[in-house]
């Protein structure tokens, strides 16, 4: 019988004074993106962060590859209508879209 449980675990390192939480499945290693919006100070929440970072039209660009290659369910028709509409100022791109 194949067991299909994950080997998974996790450490903590700091980058500049923030802890980042990092999981290791099967060897690979997550980096956790919103423990690096902790070093911004101020009004600026972790969704802000992440969702700036998201308008990006490089980081986009860098999320449809590594999604054309690791995802076999990815749209790219649909994640090319995002990338067209990035870096403009009316753009904004939630986690979940």
Request: glycine share 4%; aromatic share 12%; charged share 25%.
């Amino acid at each position: 019988m194949e067991n299909n449980r994950q080997n998974m675990t996790n450490k903590i390192i700091e980058v500049q004074n923030v802890k980042v939480n990092i999981t290791n499945i099967n060897d690979s290693d997550y980096i956790c993106i919103s423990d690096f919006t902790k070093f911004k100070e101020g009004k600026s929440t972790s969704d802000d962060v992440i969702r700036n970072w998201l308008r990006n039209r490089i980081t986009l660009e860098f999320l449809g590859t590594w999604e054309s290659i690791y995802n076999p369910n990815f749209n790219s028709v649909e994640f090319d209508g995002f990338k067209s509409e990035a870096g403009l100022h009316t753009f904004t791109l939630s986690v979940t879209e």
